[in-house]
């Protein structure tokens, strides 16, 4: 490849249980900017953006349906920190470079998420433990 995988950190996902508690406590005591609440059905969720000041975002993540990854994570780990989203160009083809280097996919074709973008995930025990979400905006 002939350009940078990766551009910059775009945002980090955090698990909770109760998404209106973990907003207040983003935006009243830490003072972060609330940008939206969005629902994203296919991944059942509900999420809540926050701005940091620069280009990374907080993304907190409330599952909607006991069934939902983020439920199970959260019966498996507890609330936290979830995953590192990394903005990325030409996503179809980060994820084939990554594939052919080796690294497990959860998602072999990007698929649409939040605002339009499009994400896919890379399964966590070829990255030592940590989901990566790679995330190409509109």
Known sequence: MKYTLVIEVDHI??????????ISLYRDVLGL??????VVEEQKVR????STG?????????????ESPVAKFID???EGVHHIALKVRNIEAVLEEFKRKGLR???EKPRVGVGGAKIAFI????TRNVLFELCEKP
């Open 123 to 126: 399964h966590p025990k070829s």
């Open 54 to 66: 620069g280009e990374t975002r907080i993304e907190l993540l409330e599952p909607t349906d006991s």
């Open 76 to 78: 498996r780990r507890g």
């Open 13 to 22: 996902g955090v698990a909770v249980n109760k998404l209106d508690e973990a």
């Open 105 to 107: 996919l959860v998602d």
């Open 47 to 50: 999420v809540a953006f926050f």
């Open 33 to 38: 900017k609330l940008e939206g609440v969005h």
